[in-house]
């Protein structure tokens, strides 16, 4: 079983930023993509990023190319989501996924 343990969301004013992380339990983080996703009030969850297994390869949804970044750290089991220039429309619960694995999320709130 995998734990997967979201930190760093809070309340920010639009233009500013924040910084998310998640750790990873176990030993197949290293091994896999990992992403961030979001789901807004009344919306559907959709993902934000994610990046593979070696940080190679990182995917950005069009609303927050050149905004955010993502990056891990495989020796730490942990990956981050850089967040800068945040707007209202990114006010969300951010999750964080691992294969199958789900963390509980961590609330992002962007004030006008």
């Known amino acids: 079983q995998v734990q997967l343990v979201e930190s760093g969301g809070g309340l920010v004013q639009a233009g500013g930023s924040l910084r998310l992380s998640c750790v990873a339990s176990?030993?197949?983080?290293?091994?896999?993509?990992v992403g961030w996703y979001r789901q807004g009030p009344e919306k559907q969850r959709e993902l934000v990023a994610d990046?593979?297994?070696?940080?190679?390869?990182?995917n950005y949804a069009d609303s927050v190319k050149g905004r955010f970044t993502i990056s891990r750290d495989n020796a730490k089991n942990t990956v981050y989501l850089q967040m800068n220039s945040l707007k209202p429309e990114d006010t969300a619960v951010y999750y964080c996924?691992?294969?199958?694995?789900w963390g509980q999320g961590t609330q992002v709130t962007v004030s006008s």
């Open positions: 996924n691992l294969v199958r694995f």
């Open positions: 990046i593979s297994r070696g940080g190679t390869t990182t």
């Open positions: 176990g030993s197949i983080f290293r091994f896999n993509t």
